[in-house]
């Protein structure tokens, strides 16, 4: 007689198939997979996934940082107003993958699909979350709803335009949200007992060690900067080489001293260091014409304040170098930050104790990407589990894993919110 694995006691694979199939579905026909925060598919996507919520008895409603929010009430034996916080983000990057985000919202279905399968009344509200606009946007600035839970969406990130005159604040507020700046972190956010979050890893770790689950322990510190290079338009053909100010030369070789300072600093330190240029702006972008403005997005993730502080401050040295020898002027620009955001430890231990009763194989690690939990451990505790993607590929059309793979996962969470259950009804 086989014995099923004890995990799948606690999820469905075909159902999450099912989700994950309908959720992918909302994308650019000719670019998939690709679900931009505040899109029409977007939209469509969230008013299939409030249906879904309330299908599943939760009442349905938009925060004012346009989070898709459905609640499922605390049992008649809660004696304190407590919520527990499960959830991830639908958006997705340009051309992106079908799991990133999605996944964690599943997750969350999938547990609500459990407790009410088995009639379980917890002794606290459990909030599952679709949590606004995650990915950075034409804005340039990510996890805006959670930033907006968090208390640090604020005024100027909101009066932001898009390259087509699309106000942010207008665009949350199209989305059931305020528009508004917060006073501060959500009022309850003292009697929020704990937040979960499952993700695909976005890196090969757990798939090359063949391991189930990643506790996670920390996510890195992350800043965007715009660095603007102005020179001088000019004719290709007639401007003399030894009168140019090519904005885009300048900026050609900031990109080599970002990667090269982040190599050098990578190399020596022990923890995890990145930066990207990832998106350039060329004026006028003309074959024939010496580019004149050239506007570009710098991406620095580290788990180590001083290696950051170090980059910035060779960075700032670069540049000038780079002035004097081009003769352009060149200003850089902070558009966002989020600090290191350690994990909850007390969370991390049940996690860790409720695979072990699965018999997943587990691991701790650090993230290399940034998630809503970041901003969620502002004021709450906080827990993230990774699950395996196939060859670590992710925001492109080739992001894998499997419906097992994040059935155990949800298996692991659902666990754990029944361990919390627990302990708060002793």
Known sequence: MTVSPAYQIYSDADRITHYNEKLASFTEADRPYTRLVFSKEYHAARAWLSDEFQALGLECHSDAGGNLIGRRQAGAQATAPQTVIIGSHIDTV??????????????????????????????????????????????????????????????????????????????????GGSGMPPSGARPDAANILACFELHIEQARSLYDADIDIGVVTALPAIDRYAISMTGAVGHSGTT????????????????QQVSMLAHD???????????????????????????????????????????????????????????????CDIDLALLATAEIAPMDSSLQSIITEQAQALSLSHTPLASGAGHDSAHLSRFAPAAMIFIPCVDGLSHCAEELTSSDAIAKGAAVIIRSILSLAEQVAK
């Open 94 to 175: 340009p051309a992106g993958g079908r799991y990133d985000g999605i996944a964690g919202v599943i997750t969350a279905m999938e547990v609500v699909h459990y407790l009410n399968a088995h009639q379980i009344t917890l002794p606290f509200t459990l909030e599952v979350a679709d949590f606004l606009g995650e990915e950075l946007n034409l804005w340039g600035t990510s996890c805006l709803g959670s930033r907006h839970m968090a208390g640090l969406l604020n005024a100027e990130m909101l009066a932001r335009r898009d390259e087509t005159g699309r106000i942010l604040g207008e665009e949350i507020a199209a989305c």
């Open 265 to 327: 600093i990578a190399s020596r330190s022990n923890q995890h260091f990145v930066a990207t240029i990832g998106k350039l702006d060329v004026l006028p972008n003309g074959a024939t014409i010496i580019p004149g403005q050239v506007e570009m997005i710098l991406d620095v993730r580290s788990a180590s304040n001083e290696a950051k502080s170090e980059f910035l401050a060779s960075l700032a040295d670069a540049l000038d170098e780079a002035r004097q020898k081009t003769g």
């Open 240 to 255: 003399p080489m030894h009168g140019r100010k090519d904005a885009l030369v300048c900026a050609s070789g900031i990109i």
